[in-house]
């Protein structure tokens, strides 16, 4: 945890950290000193060994660094992926190295906190930066003013006039939620200059930019909450309400953009390469398409040509930033080290400063600036905590769910487990890490305790069996190209801490390539589940049986007078929408239904074979092999989004389309029911 640095306090440390501070603070001392129920709620250890401790004060060894080759040889959690130090030599990369005290680390933090602060003075916003002004940035073309933003009721259709609720409408339309600080906008006739930012208030996704001279720009960006921050409940009532850095689940970028095209909106030129499938997903591995664009040194043709057929990720579901701290690298294939800060703050880098060396001057002053604030939005991240369970757990239950998750042998001789045997002890642990104190401090478990909720394995395909996409289409030559990229630290290239991307044949090794099994903390408040976001609770992660091949979650209720004439998102109410049992967002199945496939307004049905669920249809096979070998066809062939029944088809996740299979993770077929629940309510601890 961290210490108020000396001068005003900040907000947002309360915001974020104060509810964990109480809870530290009123817990009984059992609960303290649980050997099985503890938790971290992730966050950086650094964080936590700061928290009330003098500026001056030297910190200890980041436990992250500890994750090098031997450390888990014969014991129950394993490691295969490692710790790169791509700051040791700052002024190679040209970016600050490690805080070495408590002080430093705080003043990072406040800086990192500043950039991601919604209606603060230093709020950066995609592609532009702090200032969209700057040629860099392109003068602002991915901004748009309030006075757009102000008149995107007159695209739903359905109104006369301004809807009086249009601020919560634009909520639920785009995916998104209110935080509890000031994130102004001016509505119509207002100077934003006299009225303090406006009397709108923005959701998270949205924040209006200042001025260099710190006045109010009128200009609203997309922020990462966008994708990064959801909802769970409310403040008022049961839950957190905005879960900052959990992973939305929530947001329709595509919708937006479609309806900001009309407006004049220049980015929304992207609608044609359509973002995402389903509602709360994103196809962020689009930024592959910034490794053709080399910092120094020029690709060669059989790179070029491999990006270029290396296809489409397709959806995915963003990760909780809150484990970034309990993770060697980053990302589900693990492509880049943790300490590879740029590649988080990638859709904040001034436009130009996207194309490397081709963009010349221009591109170097993007680039500057990721260098200035990259690092500490990564710090800022890393300190996050994920929120605790808001319902009753069954302790008793919970325990017996710690120690089945730790030590049950899901390979024993008596399971008959088919799946091939993966390292470590067989458990749950044995991938995700140990977090219970008990199993924590067994040096049969981790090499040291500081190694408590820490996960690195990268399990191999033939044992994880998940949907294969997303890492074939990160193929040798997107791993190359991306060496050779701003993002991918090439200055590093070749020495012991190469910060490139890790699958690079000559820095994996005899490693199998496969998916990284990620830390658990604040797993309940991160559904759906799988890197697609293809499976809707954790039950069904542990009884594959289960899985159904269409399904849609609920949406919010319409207000009465407007029932059928707006688009609303997903119901975040926990009382009324939330699996206490499952441990997810409750859904309903949808039927099979065969549909042709030039019906563009039947998208989600476009590949559901109704004859046989488990097998895609001949036209489905065709397509996904041109998604897999051209980039951008999944994204250019996506029929457009026109009525409002294909916006609400958009929440029907069809597990048969490209990429968003829900198969894999098959081994926990061999646990009976009552382990299920038991680790489902161990999982609510975390």
Not at 33 to 47: C, E, I, M, N, T
Not at 506 to 514: F, K
Request: proline content about 8%.
């Amino acid at each position: 945890m961290l210490q108020q640095a000396e001068g005003a306090p900040s907000f947002l440390l309360f915001r974020f950290f104060l509810p964990v501070f109480l809870l530290a603070l009123v817990a009984p001392a059992c609960a303290a000193s649980d050997a099985l129920l503890d938790s971290k709620h992730g966050g950086s250890a650094q964080w936590d060994f700061c928290y009330g401790k003098p500026d001056n004060t030297l910190m200890p060894e980041d436990p992250r660094t500890l994750v090098q080759p031997g450390i888990s040889d014969g014991r129950a959690v394993h490691f295969n992926a490692y710790w790169k130090e791509c700051h040791l030599n700052p002024e190679l990369v040209k970016e600050e190295g490690h805080p070495t005290t408590c002080g430093g680390l705080r003043q990072r933090f406040y800086h990192g906190e500043g950039l991601m602060d919604t209606g603060g003075p230093n709020v950066a916003a995609l592609f532009a930066g702090q200032d969209p002004t700057l040629p860099e940035a392109g003068y602002g073309m991915s901004t748009f003013s309030a006075q757009q933003f102000n008149q995107v009721w007159r695209i739903w259709g359905g109104f006369a006039f301004r809807p009086d609720n249009f601020d919560q409408l634009v909520a639920e339309r785009y995916g998104s939620g209110f935080g509890d600080s000031p994130n102004p906008y001016p509505l119509p006739g207002e100077d934003p200059n006299r009225t303090d930012g406006g009397s709108g208030k923005l959701p998270e996704m949205f924040t209006q930019l200042r001025n260099p001279d710190g006045s109010w720009s009128g200009r609203i960006g997309v922020t990462c909450h966008a994708c990064h921050s959801g909802v769970a409940g409310s403040r008022e009532g049961t839950g957190p309400g905005v879960i900052y850095g959990g992973g939305s689940s929530l947001a329709d970028l595509d919708l937006l953009l479609r309806d900001m095209l009309p407006l004049g909106y220049p980015a929304s030129m992207a609608t044609f390469a359509n973002l995402n499938r389903s509602r709360g997903t994103n196809n962020a591995s689009d930024i592959n398409l910034a490794f053709l664009f080399p910092d120094e040194e020029p690709l060669t043709p059989a790179e070029v040509i491999g990006v270029m057929n290396s296809g489409s990720t397709a959806d995915m579901d963003t990760p909780a930033w809150w484990n970034m701290g309990h993770r060697p690298v980053k990302f589900v294939d693990g492509v880049f080290p943790m300490d590879a800060g740029r590649v988080d703050m990638v859709f904040y880098t001034p436009f130009f400063g996207l194309f490397g060396a081709m963009g010349g001057p221009v591109s170097e002053r993007g680039q500057d600036w990721m260098r200035a604030h990259g690092p500490a939005v990564n710090t800022w991240i890393e300190g996050l905590k994920s929120p605790e369970y808001p319902y009753p757990v069954d302790d008793a239950l919970a325990r017996e769910g710690a120690e089945l998750f730790h030590t049950l042998d899901m390979w024993a001789p008596e399971r008959n487990n088919a799946i091939p045997r993966p390292q470590g002890n067989g458990s749950c642990a044995g991938c995700h890490g140990a977090y219970a104190k008990r199993y924590a401090d067994d040096p049969d478990f981790l090499a040291t305790p500081e190694l408590e909720g820490m996960a690195g394995y990268i399990v191999p395909m033939d044992i994880i069996g998940t949907d294969p996409v997303r890492l074939e289409t990160n193929n040798e030559a997107v791993q190359l190209a991306g060496a050779k990229n701003f993002f991918g630290y090439p200055a590093t290239r070749g020495t012991s801490q190469d910060c490139g991307p890790q699958n690079q044949e000559r820095l994996r090794g005899d490693r199998e390539p496969g998916y990284l099994a990620p830390p658990l903390y604040g797993v309940w408040a991160s559904a759906p589940y799988f890197h697609n976001g293809s499976v809707p609770n954790v039950w069904e992660i542990l009884d594959p049986a289960a899985r159904q091949p269409l399904w849609r979650r609920q949406s919010a209720p319409a207000r009465w007078d407007q029932k059928g004439r707006v688009v609303m998102g997903y119901d975040t109410d926990l009382d009324r929408a939330y699996d206490q049992q499952r441990l997810g967002w409750k859904y309903e199945t949808v039927k099979c239904e065969h549909r042709t496939w030039w019906n563009p307004a039947v998208t989600p049905y476009l590949n559901c074979d109704p004859n046989d669920e488990e097998k895609d249809p001949l036209f489905e096979q065709i397509m996904s092999r041109l998604y897999s070998n051209l980039v951008l066809s999944w994204n250019i062939l996506n029929p457009p989004t026109l009525t409002r029944d294909q916006m609400e088809d958009r929440k029907i996740f069809n597990t048969h389309m490209h990429g968003k299979g829900n198969e894999g993770h098959e081994f926990n077929a061999v646990l009976t029911d009552h382990e299920r629940r038991a680790i489902v309510e161990y999982l609510k601890t975390l």
